[in-house]
């Protein structure tokens, strides 16, 4: 039996409508406005409020804004980075970014590869679109840029032939230095140390800058250019 029609059109219709509803709700709903305009200081009043769940609020925020594209999810890691340090900080800020990714990844591959499929056939794994190793390493540099949106990546991945613990394994990898730096922001933002915010913030720009140094420096010397 072929397994791209194991999966019933009405179970994906009722998913893809919950789904659309959700958005409409975060988007038009009683909450999108304090959704889509979070704020660090807010956030911290709901960890606070939260108590020994406020991990949880973290997480699940972070998690919310990745899967629903509008929601900013920086502030989220400021405060966490805030409410619990750099090392506890980072560690809910990827769990959330992590598991909002493979969401994304997952209802994308659920709803839209078979459709590109059908309307594209063989012609959508063409060329770097069908190397496992290529996507890979796209995901991942893709995850240290901060000016390439982290939720069109994770939805456009998942209607690629990217396997799934593939993407899985470059996301992770690839969140792990912003989180780090931007609980870490929040961490001394709140301690008042500016100084070594501000170095935080540097080191993110220069760790963002370093892929697309080392890609153009791959591809300057296979194009035998001269190096003066």
């Keep these: 039996m072929n397994r791209d029609h194991t999966i019933p059109p009405t179970l994906k219709a009722a998913v893809a409508l919950a789904f659309a509803v959700v958005l409409l709700a975060l988007a038009f709903g009683p909450l999108s406005d304090t959704l889509t305009a979070l704020k660090g200081d807010r956030i911290s009043t709901w960890v606070m409020a939260a108590g020994i769940w406020g991990p949880i609020v973290i997480v699940g925020l972070m998690t919310t804004a990745i899967v629903a594209t509008p929601i900013p999810s920086a502030p989220i890691a400021l405060a966490a980075g805030a409410a619990y340090g750099h090392t506890l900080g980072t560690v809910y800020v990827v769990l959330g970014a992590e598991l909002g990714a493979l969401a994304a990844f997952g209802l994308a591959r659920f709803l839209g590869r078979d459709v590109l499929r059908q309307w594209f056939g063989d012609r959508v794994d063409a060329g770097w679109l069908g190397s496992q190793n290529v996507l890979t390493l796209t995901v991942f540099v893709s995850r240290l840029l901060p000016f390439v949106s982290f939720d069109i990546v994770s939805y456009a991945a998942g209607l690629s032939r990217l396997q799934f613990w593939r993407f899985g394994l470059a996301t992770l990898a690839g969140i792990i230095p912003a ?40 591809d300057w010397q296979r194009r035998g250019l001269p190096h003066d």
């Design 179 to 218: 989180s780090f730096v931007l609980a870490h922001f929040g961490s001394e933002v709140v301690s008042g140390d500016t100084t070594r915010a501000a170095w935080a913030a540097i080191g993110l720009g220069a760790l963002t800058l370093t892929p697309l140094v080392i890609i153009s420096i791959r």
